[in-house]
Antibody
């Protein structure tokens, strides 16, 4: 069925960068695209972007374009999400989510990123 | 972007009740509509996709309906473990977008 395990919580100062990893297991890594979704404290779900695990093609939300980068390492079955020029409003739990035939059928456990001076 | 609006934002019910949550899209999403359940401190869990198709392992007391711009999640005979926040999501167009959530609380 598959499992996604994310890296641990991070604390950063405004203006810094953060890179969160998402390791996939239990399925063929290149068979599914991976997306990233974030959730600010007490708020709803916001799509950030995605990566084609086969060829590395990506797409990003307009809001985050230029600050977010999603990459993958097929040999490690791992996807990375890097967010630059962090602001306090980027404080959120960041989820990776596998896109099945329709939508997100498997999620990582979430990684809390706190941006504070 | 397609805006998704859920109603109500919160809801109180008893164990054993039947509840309905609505989701309206700002334009038609051609049944490319999913429902997720999220419990505090956990990742969302896919319940239904294609508006009415139950994800594997999800109890049959969850059902979905609708078409065009208007969709509904129904939970019959609420169980204690069903108290959570529910989100609809359209995946008809990029970017995929979510409703603001409906918090289902025990009465």
């Amino acid at each position: 069925q598959g499992q996604l395990v994310q890296s641990g919580a991070e604390v950063r100062k405004p203006g810094a960068s953060v890179k969160v990893s998402c390791k996939a297991s239990g399925y063929m890594f290149t068979a599914y695209a991976m997306h990233w979704v974030r959730q600010a404290p007490g708020q709803g779900l916001e799509w950030m972007g995605w990566i084609n695990a086969v060829n590395g093609n990506t797409g990003y939300s307009q809001k985050l374009q230029g600050r977010v980068s999603i990459t993958r390492d097929t040999s490690a079955s791992t996807v990375y999400m890097e967010l630059n020029s962090l602001r306090p409003e980027d404080t959120a739990v960041y989820f990776c989510a596998r896109k099945g035939l329709t939508t997100y059928d498997t999620w990582g456990q979430g990684t809390l990123v706190t941006v504070s001076s | 972007d397609i805006q998704m609006t859920q109603s109500p934002s919160s809801l109180s019910a008893f164990v054993g009740d039947r509840v309905t949550i609505s989701c309206r899209a700002s334009q038609g999403v051609r049944n490319a509509l999913a429902w997720f359940q999220q419990k505090p401190g956990k990742a969302p869990r896919l319940l239904l996709f294609a508006a009415s198709r139950l994800e594997s392992g999800v109890p049959s007391r969850f059902s979905g309906s609708g078409s065009g711009t208007d969709y509904t999640l129904t939970i019959t005979s609420l169980q204690p473990e069903d108290f959570a926040t529910y989100y609809c999501q359209q995946y008809s167009e990029t970017p995929p977008t979510f409703g603001q959530g409906t918090k289902l609380e025990i009465k």
